[in-house]
């Protein structure tokens, strides 16, 4: 019946998922799933899109539109070249 529902980090943990998390600036991808304390500090409820990530690696910020998680993330990573190397600078 499609894919299940995924919407919240709550729903994500559930399914025992990560949320992809990436940096638009310097191509940091990574999977989080450390999704506990998100849920204690958000809210299970709470989209992956919309929590206040911050690249590890160069300090870029998802309120600046920089740091994508969840389906944004997939799209971005999606809209990418096919890479496994190390990101490109461009
Ligand atoms: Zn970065």
């Known amino acids: ?3 299940p529902r995924m919407d919240s980090i709550g ?3 559930r399914h025992g998922c990560a949320i992809p998390v990436v940096c638009v600036d310097c ?3 990574v999977e989080y ?3 506990g304390p998100l849920i204690l500090r958000f809210g299970s409820g709470k989209r992956p899109e ?3 990530w911050r ?4 300090g870029a910020r998802a309120r ?3 740091v ?3 389906v944004w993330a997939r799209d971005w990573l999606l809209s990418q070249p096919v890479s496994r190397g190390a990101p490109s600078r461009s």
């Open 1 to 3: 019946m499609g894919k």
């Open 11 to 13: 729903d994500i943990r």
């Open 27 to 29: 191509g940091r991808a």
């Open 33 to 35: 799933g450390d999704l």
């Open 50 to 52: 919309h929590l206040p």
């Open 55 to 58: 690249c590890s690696a160069c």
């Open 64 to 66: 600046d539109g920089r």
């Open 68 to 70: 994508l998680a969840g």
